[in-house]
């Protein structure tokens, strides 16, 4: 596992921003990714009542999550926005009134966390006591590492991060070298 190294918090900041505004109308994830993700959610979970999405660029996948689950879904993105759902936010961190809100928790965008360790300890913090994080890993982040996409890692690295204080549920084999990780807390 590979991390640029930034100067500070501004040159981090400056980076996804910059990467943003060159980006800001690109949608990543794709329809069957997310159909595939509500399938485990309404397999797995039961009475879902809200999730979130860290990093959402155009808000996409937020309305695709209400629409399909019928839930209350909020998003950040860190860059200033008037995206519907979203709120201008770091991922790194998290609000008070999310603690143990979420029943899921989904991002296509945890490669341009600077501090994943920090970053996934956070997000988990949000999750209800069965809740589930999905993340993607795409195998282009095996080569690409700069000051946006700052995390670069193979899949068994990446599996790591996670495993190291929770544990990989469930992985879904996707399309172009794409992989969702399903997290939860260990024994729950």
């Known amino acids: 596992m590979r991390l640029f190294k930034h100067k500070d918090y501004n040159h981090y900041y400056h980076a996804q ?8 109308d690109n949608v990543w ?15 797995h979970l039961v009475n879902v009542e809200s999730g979130i999405c860290h990093g959402t660029r155009t808000g996409w996948e ?3 999550f209400k629409k399909r689950l019928k839930c ?5 993105e860190i860059a200033p926005n008037k995206i519907p759902d979203t709120i201008v936010w770091d991922f790194h961190n998290i609000k008070d009134e999310w603690k143990g809100k979420f029943d ?12 994943p360790q920090h970053c ?3 997000w988990m913090k949000c999750l209800k006591p069965r809740g589930i994080c999905y993340i993607t ?27 190291k204080h ?23």
């Open 17 to 24: 921003l910059k990467k943003y505004y060159r980006k800001k």
């Open 29 to 43: 994830v794709k329809e069957d990714e997310i159909i595939m993700i509500v399938n485990h959610i309404k397999k």
């Open 62 to 64: 937020i309305q695709q």
């Open 72 to 76: 209350n879904v909020i998003g950040t």
């Open 104 to 115: 899921f928790i989904y991002s296509n965008s945890f490669d341009h966390s600077n501090r």
């Open 120 to 122: 996934i300890q956070q």
């Open 137 to 163: 890993w795409m195998s282009s982040l095996v080569k690409r590492l700069d000051a946006a996409d700052c995390l670069s890692a193979e899949l068994k690295e990446f599996r790591k991060i996670f495993n």
């Open 166 to 188: 929770f544990i990989v549920v469930d992985e879904f084999k996707k399309y172009r070298g794409r992989i969702v990780l399903a997290i939860k807390h260990r024994g729950k």
